[in-house]
C-alpha cells in the first residue's frame, strides 16, 4: 500500500499497478483499484451583516422609576417680583427626569427658611419635552421679616428630594 497526501489530508489508499506487494499473510496480492475519493466540498459565502444605521434611533429609558438623588427634581433659577406691598409673583425654572405616567416634577413650593410655606405651585403634567421648564405663581404673601426663601421641586413619586435654591427676597 502507498500513502498519499492529497490537499493536507492523508489517506490510505491502495493502488494497483506493475508492481505488486505480498501483503501480510504472504501472498502476493491482486492490484486494487479504487475510485477517486470526493469529498463533499465546504463552501462557505460572506455573512450578511446589516449595514451600520446612520439615522438616529428611538430609545426607551433603562428603568422606568427614578434612582438616586439625580433623578430628583431641581430648582434651577427663581426671580421673585413684588406685585404689592409684601405680594410676589415666583417665577421658578425646574429641570426633572419626567417620565410621563410614572414620575415626573408635579409641584414646587415657596418657603421661609423656617419651612413655613408660603404657597405652592402645582405643576398639571409631565414636561418630558420641555427641559428645563419655567412656571409661576402669583400672589405669594411674603412677610417683611422674612429676607429669603427656599424653592424646592416634588417628584411624583419620591416627594421633595431634589435640590432647591435660596434666594433673597427684594422687598421694597
Known amino acids: 500500500m502507498r500513502l498519499t497526501c492529497l490537499l493536507g489530508l492523508v489517506l490510505v489508499v ?3 499497478g506493475a508492481d505488486s506487494t505480498p501483503d501480510s499473510m504472504g501472498t502476493e496480492g491482486a492490484p486494487v483499484t479504487t475510485g477517486p475519493v470526493v469529498a463533499n466540498p465546504v463552501t462557505t459565502s460572506p455573512v450578511e451583516t446589516a449595514p451600520p444605521t446612520t ?4 430609545t426607551s429609558p433603562v428603568t422606568t422609576t427614578p434612582i438616586g438623588a439625580a ?3 431641581e430648582v ?3 426671580e421673585l417680583t413684588e406685585t404689592a406691598l409684601g405680594v410676589f409673583t415666583v417665577s421658578a425654572t425646574v429641570r426633572s ?3 410621563a405616567g410614572v414620575s415626573y416634577a408635579d409641584a414646587w413650593e415657596v418657603r421661609a427658611l423656617d419651612g413655613t410655606v408660603l404657597g405652592t405651585r402645582i405643576l398639571a403634567h409631565p414636561h418630558p419635552n420641555e427641559q ?3 412656571r409661576s405663581l402669583s400672589a405669594v404673601e411674603i412677610p417683611r421679616e422674612i429676607t429669603a ?3 424646592e421641586a416634588r417628584d411624583s413619586v419620591r416627594g421633595f428630594c431634589g435640590v432647591g435654591l ?3 427676597v427684594p422687598h421694597s
Open 132 to 134: 428645563p421648564f419655567t
Open 14 to 16: 491502495g493502488c494497483g
Open 149 to 151: 426663601v427656599e424653592v
Open 76 to 78: 434651577l433659577a427663581v
Open 71 to 73: 433623578d430628583c427634581p
Open 166 to 168: 435660596t434666594v433673597e
Open 55 to 58: 439615522s438616529p434611533t428611538a
Open 97 to 99: 427626569v419626567d417620565i
